[in-house]
């Protein structure tokens, strides 16, 4: 079982930033990707970013850029570092690590920009 404990979402005006942070715990297999998705409402939960833990990241295209995705392999934590934050960002942010095949997930932090 893995648990997710995310940290780090609130409300900031637009151009803004914020640090998104997620530690994982329990039994997480050594080759893993971690990531953060997030979904605005009355839209499907969508890719923000992912990285493996080799540190190969993926970036959904209207974030790149704005967006750095970071992790601490020894603390099994990823972080979302948020820079030049839009309206169109507010969503709620899940925290994701990916094992083989078996998807884990957080409980979502909620991010909300304001114009």
């Known amino acids: 079982q893995v648990q997710l404990v995310e940290s780090g979402g609130g409300l900031v005006q637009a151009g803004g930033s914020l640090r998104l942070s997620c530690a994982a715990s329990g039994s997480i297999c050594s080759i893993n990707t971690m990531g953060w998705y997030r979904q605005a409402p009355g839209k499907l939960r969508g890719l923000g970013a992912t990285i493996t833990s080799g540190g190969t990241t993926n970036y959904a295209h209207s974030v790149t850029g704005r967006i750095t995705i970071s992790r601490d392999n020894a603390k099994n934590t990823v972080y979302l570092q948020m820079n030049s934050l839009k309206p169109e960002d507010t969503a709620v942010y899940y925290c994701?690590?990916?094992?083989?095949?078996?998807?884990?997930w957080g409980q979502g932090t909620q991010v909300t920009v304001s114009s």
């Open positions: 994701n690590v990916k094992c083989y095949a078996t998807n884990y």
